[in-house]
């Protein structure tokens, strides 16, 4: 069953060799929710800003499973290895325009003045 929501086939194919093996599941209990499932939640609430809680049950993954996820991902160093991987193929095709780069730091707390303020005084 093809879901809702789901991201194009190449992605997929750029995203499942970096996601770590998990061992297949025997015995009885719930289903592991298969990584397309998940990844595609995943992408679904980053691009729609839509709340982990509301997600809709037709992704065929809940809000939580997707977060668990996402977060033993971000463990394990997918997201960094995505970007990095992204990246070298983007530039290989000569689709990013590097003279338009921007570096922001503004994610960075400053506390109030940065830390030399503190030996000023």
Known sequence: MASVFEVRDEVWEVVAPLLPEVPEQVGP?????????????????????IAW??????LGCSGVTAWRRLRD???????ERLH?????????AGAIDWSA???DG????ALQGGLDRAFAR
């Open 84 to 92: 990095r991987t992204l990246l070298e193929r983007l530039n290989t």
């Open 106 to 109: 503004s994610h960075i707390r």
């Open 53 to 58: 809680r509301h997600v809709p049950r037709e």
């Open 73 to 79: 991902w971000q463990q394990t160093g997918v997201w």
């Open 101 to 103: 780069a921007v570096v």
């Open 29 to 49: 209990g719930r289903r592991r929710v298969p990584d397309r499932t998940a990844f595609n939640t995943i992408v679904f609430v980053l691009v729609t800003g």
